[in-house]
Nanobody, 130 residues
Framework: QVQLVESGGGLVQAGGSLRLSCAASGRTFTFSTASMGWFRQAPGKEREFVAAINWTGSMTTYADSVKGRFTISRDNAKNTVYLQMNSLKPEDTAVYHC?????????????????????WGQGTQVTVSS
């Protein structure tokens, strides 16, 4: 059993910042070799890729819509992945989900596919007011 618990969401004005955290746990889950991602889902829309990071933290990839504004990072000692979100826009409003895979992906396109991840958190709401 793998548990992913997100936190840090909330209501913020446009131009503001939030930092999301995702704490991972599980007896058979090794966070330090896991591929991690953030996805978001707005009402009436499909879940979409936001950012991902490889197991060492040496490779990150982002959706075009968040490049230059969001930063993904991880702390393997704390089994936690973060998403720093700056210059937030109303269109960033969504439920943000953390995702994990025990596989090491071979391409950035794989990291961006929601079907590549086997474990998901319940999500944290981010609301950006104009």
């Amino acid at each position: 059993q793998v548990q992913l618990v997100e936190s840090g969401g909330g209501l913020v004005q446009a131009g503001g910042s939030l930092r999301l955290s995702c704490a991972a746990s599980g007896r058979t889950f090794t966070f330090s070799t896991a591929s991690m991602g953030w996805f978001r889902q707005a009402p009436g829309k499909e879940r979409e890729f936001v950012a991902a990071i490889n197991w060492t933290g040496s490779m990150t990839t982002y959706a075009d819509s968040v490049k230059g504004r969001f930063t993904i990072s991880r702390d393997n000692a704390k089994n936690t992945v973060y998403l720093q979100m700056n210059s937030l826009k109303p269109e960033d409003t969504a439920v943000y989900h953390c995702a994990a895979s025990s596989s090491i992906f071979g391409s950035s396109s794989r990291y961006a596919s929601r079907y590549a991840y086997g474990y998901w958190g319940q999500g944290t709401q981010v609301t950006v007011s104009s």
